[in-house]
Nanobody, 127 residues
Framework: QVQLAESGGGLVQAGDSLRLSCVVS????????MGWFRQALGAEREFVAG????????YYADSVKGRFTISRDNAKSTVYLQMRSLKPEDTAVYYC????????????????????WGQGTHVTVSS
């Protein structure tokens, strides 16, 4: 059983930075590609960023490209999302997700690809 636990959310002002962390337990972390998604109130859950098994490939939603950075530390079984220049529209619950299968390479932005999800961490950006 794979378990994911996000942390690092909070209330910040526009222009601030925040780093989210997601610790994965239960299985070998490097066996999983990872993704970050977010869901604003009343909206669909959307892809934010993805990273391959050893970090060689990263992908971003256009809305966060240049401001957010995804990274992973396989020795610590942790994936990070460094968020800079935060905007009020970044306000959402942020979820990390894990996927074992290589089909992730073609579908990293699709929610259905991911088998395991965390409980989410709230990020609120005030103007």
């Amino acid at each position: 059983q794979v378990q994911l636990a996000e942390s690092g959310g909070g209330l910040v002002q526009a222009g601030d930075s925040l780093r989210l962390s997601c610790v994965v337990s239960g299985r070998t972390f490097s066996n999983y590609a990872m993704g970050w998604f977010r869901q604003a109130l009343g909206a669909e859950r959307e892809f934010v960023a993805g990273i391959s098994w050893y970090g060689s490939s990263t992908y971003y939603a256009d809305s966060v490209k240049g401001r957010f950075t995804i990274s992973r530390d396989n020795a610590k079984s942790t994936v990070y999302l460094q968020m800079r220049s935060l905007k009020p529209e970044d306000t959402a619950v942020y979820y990390c997700a894990a996927e074992f299968d290589r089909s992730w390479n073609k579908n990293y932005s699709r929610r259905y690809v991911y088998d395991y999800w965390g409980q989410g961490t709230h990020v609120t950006v005030s103007s």
